[in-house]
Each structure stands twice: as C-alpha cells, then as structure tokens.
C-alpha cells in the first residue's frame, strides 16, 4: 500500500494568513493526488483533483502543487470558513489511500 | 442535482454482518464508478471498495476476505456487506461516486457501531 503522509497534523493560525499543508507519497504517484476539505458533522468534499486542478466552484485562494512523492495544498489567505480538516488522497494505484488528516483551527 | 443516501443498521453484536445500501437519486448511474470509505478516529479515512455498473469489484486487500459489494441498476443504488465485525469496523461509512479521478460526491455518512 502507498502510505500517505501529511504534515502537520494541525495548525493554528489567523485570518489572512496564507497556510501551506504539505502531503508526502511512500512511493510516486505522479500527479494522482487529490485534496479535500472535511469540516465536522460532514462529508469531505474535493478542493483539488491531479495535483492542481481546482474543482468548480472551489474558492481560487486553494491551489495545489507537487510531483512524485512530495506535494502540498496552499490556502492563500485564510477565511473564517476554511476551519476543518484536510485530507490527502492518492488514486495512483489500489488501495486508494489517504493522508492522516491536517486540521487547521482559526 | 446527484444525491447519494445511506440506509441500514447502525448497531450489530461482534460477529454479525454490516449491511448498507447508497441509493443514488437525481443523475445518471451506469456511467460511473461508486465506492464505499469509512472513517473511524483510530483509522482516518479508509476506502473499502468500488463497484461499477456491470457489477466489476476493487476491494482494499485489507478487507478483501469479509466484504461482498453489489450493483442494483433498476433501483440506482448499491450495496456493502461486511462480514464477522468487530469493534474495530465501528465507523461513519460513506457511499460516495467515484474514482474516475477522484470521488467527486458524498453521501452524509452513516454511524455504524460494533458493541456487544
């Protein structure tokens, strides 16, 4: 299985800020890798899809990037609503495996 | 707009079978792929497989020996059993379709809890 490893697990930080979570394949993926955001009671829902392709209707401040085995999920100036967690996802090969999760408190 | 709800039993005795259906409302079904994932507090999320309309299976190793999905294309939904639960099964399981490249839609999630 391909363990995916986010970092950090949680992070506390102010609105305006810009936030960089960070998600490190076991092996490459390539581009196969998908972020999504998770806020409590709900389900996760996709941010960004192969790396850095922004789904519809997702706010342009999120972007992604990377490569490999070594990516990251950007949030260019935080909001009031951006409070939850984050997931990393590979669809590279199965098991389709996820990141541990990094919560960004306000 | 595509809605997907789960349905079945949310309490089951240590050995018993996990049963849930997604039932897919409002899109088309055949042209896509439907999974399971689950997530628990000592796990973080966790694909359990994926289904297509012509009843083709991807099952995660790990569960492979105790899980059995299935399509039901005249009633758009679809379904997992998991058998000989433990306490260690105890999650929020989502339906949700997808991956083509991602899973793209969610249902809310149902608790199943695995207590004696």
């Known amino acids: 299985d391909i363990q995916m490893t986010q970092s950090p697990s949680s992070l506390s930080a102010s609105v305006g800020d810009r936030v960089t979570i960070t998600c490190r394949a076991s092996?490459?993926?390539?581009?196969?890798l998908n972020w999504y955001q998770q806020i409590p009671g709900k389900a996760p829902k996709v941010l960004i899809y192969a790396t850095s392709n922004l789904e519809s209707g997702v706010p342009p401040r999120f972007s992604g990037s990377g490569s490999g085995t070594d990516f990251a999920l950007t949030i260019s100036s935080l909001q009031p609503e951006d409070f939850a967690t984050y997931y990393c996802?590979?669809?590279?090969?199965?098991?389709?495996?996820f990141g541990q999760g990094t919560k960004v408190e306000i | 707009q595509v809605q997907l709800l789960e349905r079945g039993a949310g309490l089951l005795k240590p050995s018993e079978t996990l049963s849930l259906i997604c039932g897919v409302y409002g899109g088309s079904f055949s042209a896509y792929y439907w999974s399971w994932i689950r997530q628990s507090p000592g796990k973080g999320l966790e694909w359990i497989g994926t289904?297509?309309?012509?009843?083709?299976?991807n099952y995660n190793p790990s569960l492979m020996s105790r899980l059995i999905m299935s399509v039901d294309t005249t009633n758009n939904q679809f379904s997992l059993n998991l058998t000989s639960v433990t306490a260690s099964d105890t999650a929020v399981y989502y339906c949700?379709?997808?991956?083509?490249?991602?899973?793209?839609?969610w249902g809310q999630g149902a608790l199943v809890s695995v207590s004696s």
């Open positions: 092996q490459s993926i390539s581009r196969f």
């Open positions: 949700a379709r997808g991956p083509l490249r991602f899973f793209d839609i």
């Open positions: 996802q590979q669809t590279y090969s199965i098991p389709w495996t």
């Open positions: 289904i297509i309309h012509g009843g083709t299976t």
